[in-house]
């Protein structure tokens, strides 16, 4: 007698497969975000030695990620941080630990990207627009990155990095989304500068959609 897919469903006889159809839970919500600094201070908001001061997003912005035991990834994740008009063009990038993150020249001049940061030390040294292999590093060590260029003076970024493959950097007024999240108990945690990181206890339930402000 042969039975059919649904037969062995209810029998309870393939209960992997029933659950993989199980939704995986969402979180939603929003990070109030400070205001954004002042022309005086914005030439100080960062320092080349990240002990000396708070290293912080500009324009304000947060990462929201989900803290917890999570299975390394098989293959390293990837990401770009790219350069254009003089400026990056993701002021902070959220990566997990172990990616492979490009760092393409957009611009008609060269530029020179380069950390001091603990987490990551390097210097790729001046290329110009289109110049092969596009320049990579991989951040393999979790912490805050901050980013200049030789060249340009004024050019600052954030790499976050992040022993979590769940996280999303808000929009600018603060709202995020985290969706595909496995149930378990984890702390929900928003990360806001180098000094400042709020957490939540969160619940997570198959296909729970929860709503976690953080004031």
């Given at each position: 007698?042969?039975?059919?897919?649904s037969h062995l469903l209810f029998l309870g006889l393939i209960p992997l497969f029933g659950r993989t159809l199980q939704a995986?839970?969402?979180?939603?919500?929003?990070?109030?975000?400070?205001?954004?600094?002042?022309?005086?201070?914005?030439?100080?908001?960062y320092d080349l030695n990240s002990d000396a001061g708070v290293i912080i997003p500009d324009p304000p912005a947060?990462?929201?990620?989900?803290?917890?035991?999570?299975t390394p990834p098989g293959t390293p994740p990837q990401a770009e941080m790219a350069q254009k008009n003089l400026e990056f063009v993701t002021h902070l990038l959220p990566v997990q630990v172990g990616t492979v993150v490009?760092?393409?020249?957009?611009?008609?001049?060269?530029?020179?990207?380069?950390?001091?940061?603990?987490?990551?030390?390097?210097?790729?040294?001046?290329?110009?627009?289109?110049?092969?292999?596009?320049?990579?590093?991989?951040?393999?060590?979790?912490?805050?990155?901050?980013?200049?260029?030789?060249?340009?003076?004024?050019?600052?970024?954030?790499?976050?990095?992040?022993?979590?493959?769940?996280?999303q950097r808000t929009d600018a007024n603060g709202a995020y989304r985290l969706a595909n999240l496995p149930a378990g108990n984890y702390k929900l945690k928003a990360w806001l500068d180098s000094k400042n990181t709020l957490e939540h206890e969160v619940d997570l339930k198959p296909g729970a959609a929860l709503h976690v402000d953080f004031p």
């Open positions: 007698m042969k039975l059919r897919l995986q839970a969402t979180i939603e919500g929003t990070v109030k975000l400070p205001k954004p600094r002042t022309a005086d201070v914005v030439s100080k908001r947060a990462v929201v990620y989900l803290e917890g035991e999570f490009a760092f393409p020249n957009l611009d008609d001049t060269y530029h020179n990207i380069f950390s001091y940061s603990k987490p990551k030390r390097f210097d790729l040294g001046r290329y110009k627009k289109d110049e092969l292999p596009i320049p990579t590093e991989t951040f393999d060590k979790p912490g805050v990155v901050v980013l200049h260029c030789d060249i340009h003076e004024h050019m600052r970024a954030i790499i976050l990095v992040l022993e979590t493959p769940y996280f």
